[in-house]
Structure formats: C-alpha cells, structure tokens
C-alpha cells in the first residue's frame, strides 16, 4: 500500500448560500493519478478549490502529509503542493522563462539552481524555443504549457514532504498532441511519488491518465473507481445524459468512449 498523501474526509462547501459539495470523501496515494469527470456545474473546480484552502469548508476535513491543511503555512504547502488553475490571468511583460521562475519563489535554493530546473520544466512541457519570448505574445495552448511548467517547477525535487499536483482542465486549450503530452507529465511525476489530482473533460485522456476515476455529478460522488469500473454506458447515461459505446484500445489498452 502507498502512502497516504491527501485525505478529504466528510466535506461539504456552500456557495452563495446554495450546497456546492456534500460528503465528499476522496484519498489521493502517493504516486497515484486520480482524475475528477462530470458534467459542467458538478462541482469539479469547487473541489479543487476547496482542497487548496480557497474555499471555506462548512464541514469535513483536509488532511495533507499527516497534517490539517489550514495548519500549513502559505510558503510550507506552496513547497510541496501546486495547482494549475483553470484560467491563468498574467497581462504583465514577463518571459517565458520569468513566468515559470515564478514557481520557484517559495524555495530558498540558489539562481543557478532555479534556472536548471526551469530549463528541464520547459523541456518538459515542449516550450523551450519560448524561454525568451513575452508570454503574453503566445497562443492559449502555448500559454497553457508554460503555465504547467510553472507549477511543475514548483514541486520538481523531492524533500522530505510529500508532494501533490493539482491540475484544473490541463488540456483544455492544447492540440491533440500535446494532450497526449498531458499523460506522459502526469506519468512523469506519479513514477517520482507525487500524488496527482485533475480534472479532465475529456473522458477517453482521463481513461488513459487515471489510477482512480471520481465521478461527480450535483456536489457529491457518485462513483469511484478504476477506469473500468467507473466509465461504462449506465453511468454515461445517468450522469452526463449521452448514449455512448465503449470499447478497449488496443495498443494501450485504455477505454475509448464513443458517442
């Protein structure tokens, strides 16, 4: 068994005086992926949000590395737990290379150091011919990967803390290579131990990233499982009101969802 690195146990979150989540209960292992899916107004982001201190929990508990998550101080967690969100707003004049350095300010570790694993996140990402360009001169999809550079550069080595990588729709703005490219860095950083929460749209990615697959649907959890357990046509059915088909991948062996 793995080690424990977030527990979220009983949650519920109001918003605007309506119930955003209820009962949610959600453990995420070390080197585990666990991808969040559900209809628009599930309460996917609110998840999230509430995971990373942005939303008051009404009841429940988040525990991350042993410890409640509002005892950690801002720098301590940002050390060790990075969020991509689902839209990054940046309208100043920074590089490339600048923005992904903005990942590495809570680390007290030297420039030269900082730069090599900003360089090595950038490779990662596909955007090493940017380094130099403003980042407010690329694409959505570009922006997109510099942004996962940064946040990748955030929890890039390994301490003495457990490490958590929460992504909001990675995929979103990207060709359909470098959504291919969303599996291959999730993979990456599970194979060092990190534990990975995100959510995805599209349900054939999230059956080729995910350890666990969470369905949610009104704020609560309607199921959860691996792949093959969650994603089949009842549920597709139920909770996201499609007809569709699944079949097996043949090369990977992933499900394909075809509607």
């Given at each position: 068994?793995?080690d ?8 519920a ?20 992926v ?20 942005d ?5 429940g508990?988040?525990?991350f590395?042993?410890?409640p998550?509002h005892a ?6 940002a ?7 689902q839209?990054?707003s940046?309208?100043?004049?920074f590089?490339v ?5 903005l ?12 730069q ?20 407010i001169?690329l ?30 729709e990675?995929?979103?703005?990207l ?6 490219m ?21 349900l ?16 609560e ?7 093959t ?17 699944i ?9 394909l969802v075809?509607?």
């Amino acid at each position: 068994m793995s080690d424990m690195t977030l527990e979220v146990s009983d949650l519920a979150v109001e918003i605007s005086t309506s119930m955003a989540l209820r009962d949610i209960n959600l453990a995420l292992d070390a080197g585990s992926v666990t991808v969040i899916i559900g209809p628009n107004g599930a309460g996917k982001t609110s998840l999230l949000r509430a995971i990373c201190n942005d939303l008051e929990l009404i009841a429940g508990s988040i525990v991350f590395d042993k410890q409640p998550m509002h005892a950690w101080s801002v720098q301590e967690r940002a050390k060790c737990l990075a969020i991509l969100p689902q839209r990054s707003s940046l309208e100043f004049p920074f590089t490339v290379n600048e923005v992904v350095s903005l990942g590495r300010i809570p680390h007290s570790t030297s420039h030269r150091h900082n730069q090599d694993i900003v360089r090595q996140a950038l490779e990662l990402v596909d955007c090493s011919q940017f380094a130099d360009r403003f980042y407010i001169n690329l694409s959505g999809g570009e922006k997109q990967r510099v942004q996962l550079a940064r946040v990748a550069a955030q929890i890039w080595e390994e301490q003495d803390n457990a490490r958590c990588l929460i992504l909001d729709e990675p995929s979103s703005s990207l060709d359909l290579a470098h959504q291919a490219m969303i599996v291959d860095i999730v993979q990456y950083f599970a194979a060092q131990g990190v534990a990975i929460l995100t959510v995805l749209h599209d349900l054939n990615l999230a059956s080729k990233c995910a350890n666990t697959l969470v369905t949610l649907s009104d704020g609560e959890i309607v199921s959860a499982g691996n792949p093959t357990e969650v994603l089949t046509e009842s549920m597709l059915r139920d909770v996201f009101g499609i007809e569709a088909t699944i079949s097996q991948n043949e090369r990977d062996g992933s499900l394909l969802v075809a509607t």
